[in-house]
């Protein structure tokens, strides 16, 4: 290469090696740039958050003067071309999950709201509650009040949010 100066012979090595590590190499998996490109394919609970207490002032529905607090909202978001189906596992009554009311929209980005229920104005002030997500394809999959035993194999799950509800 004595007909390349020092400079140019540097410059190339830079340019060969800044190709080499832009370009991915056949075979190998680029890792994710971020958490959520890891999951953007499972559905997630945005609120409540774990640990919470509800109901949230402000957030959930107001309660009855007199009598317990038994609904709260829930936000969340699913891949886009699926459906949402909220359900909520009492955890003193495990193993059974119950489907909740009915989700009318889903927004073209995939998020969504609705409303639980944790227990009856007779059951259930001071308990703990997992929340979940079913993400299905078929819109049809569940009604409202279904009882399940376990987790569905043919719809996607979210992790489950714990709250404690307090009135």
Request: proline share 10%; aromatic share 6%; hydrophobic share 35%.
């Amino acid at each position: 290469m004595s007909w390349l100066s020092t400079a140019q012979c540097v410059g190339l090595r830079v340019l060969f090696v800044g190709v080499l590590t832009a370009t991915p190499l056949p075979g190998l998996a680029q890792q994710p740039s971020s958490p959520l490109q890891t999951e953007t394919s499972a559905p997630q609970i945005l609120s409540p958050k774990d640990q919470d207490r509800v109901p949230r002032q402000g957030e959930d529905p107001p309660c009855p003067e007199q009598g317990p607090c038994t609904k709260i909202n829930v936000e969340g978001r699913v891949t886009p071309g699926s459906w949402p189906f909220l359900a909520v596992a009492p955890l003193l009554a495990a193993p059974r999950i119950w489907i909740q009311p009915r989700i009318t929209t889903v927004n073209r980005n995939g998020t969504f709201s609705g409303m639980v229920y944790l227990g009856t104005d007779k059951v259930g002030a001071g308990e703990k509650y997992k929340l979940l997500i079913f993400a299905c394809q078929n819109q049809q999959r569940f009604r409202e009040r279904d009882v399940l035993r376990e987790v569905p194999n043919d719809c996607v799950v979210s992790d489950a949010v714990t709250v404690l509800r307090t009135k």
